[in-house]
């Protein structure tokens, strides 16, 4: 064999060594990451693809928390007492939602009017004077009415009490915000439970966005 080509030989089986080993490693991977992207790693340019569709073997998905529901149960023989899962909760909110705001009572009036989209019958709304020189001393605060969807009254605790001009009562509806996704239960390798950390159900649908990491 003349010597360069025992060169080019010995340079081929240099180069096809360590490629050869990489692909025996990515073949005897687990389910967790395909095989071709273990492959082409090195020369990835593109997006990656994630296993997302509902399956009994799926690392990732779209589950939908619904209205009036706490909780979700996701099935998945992937997840483990000790995975790791990270959320993106995308919710889709009614225009001019609020949960929190001022609002004023006219001068010589005992009772203002709250406008938003989040308030429903039995929610809990915190109240409280802005302006305590312009009411009459001790004079506390009371959810008069609420319309669903659209508003609630604000008034005084008898209803009766008018006020002077400039007074300002500061609300906000507990648990009505859009935060505070956590994992419930695991139950290992079958399914988990997704939930408002809270444990109260929302008026609203949200997707949430999650992708399994095994630990090592």
């Not at 979700?72 to 992937?78: I, M, R, Y």
């Not at 695991?186 to 159900?201: E, H, N, Y």
């Amino acid at each position: 064999m003349k010597p360069i080509h025992a060169a080019l030989m010995f340079a081929a089986a240099l180069i096809a060594a360590p490629a050869a080993a990489y692909a025996s490693r990515a073949l005897s991977c687990g389910a967790g990451t395909p095989v071709i992207e273990l492959l082409f790693r090195p020369f990835l340019k593109g997006p990656l693809h994630t296993k997302a569709g509902s399956a009994a073997n799926q690392w990732a998905g779209l589950t939908t928390l619904g209205s009036g529901s706490a909780t979700v149960t996701v099935s998945t023989n992937l997840v483990n007492s000790d995975s790791i899962l990270i959320f993106s909760p995308h919710v889709a909110l009614a225009a001019g939602w609020s949960t929190q705001g001022r609002t004023a009572i006219a001068s010589g009036l005992a009772l203002g009017t709250a406008s938003t989209p989040a308030v429903y019958s039995g929610d809990v709304i915190g109240l409280a004077w802005e302006s305590p020189n312009a009411i009459t001393s001790g004079q506390a605060l009371r959810v008069d009415s609420i319309v669903n969807g659209i508003s609630f009254a604000i008034a005084t605790s008898n209803g009766l009490t008018t006020v002077a001009s400039g007074a300002v009562a500061m609300w906000k509806i507990h648990g009505k915000d859009p935060v505070g996704i956590k994992v419930n239960t695991i139950s290992d390798g079958g399914r988990f439970t997704l939930g408002w950390a809270d444990g109260i159900a929302r008026p609203f649908s949200t997707t949430v966005m999650w992708e399994m990491r095994p630990t090592k």
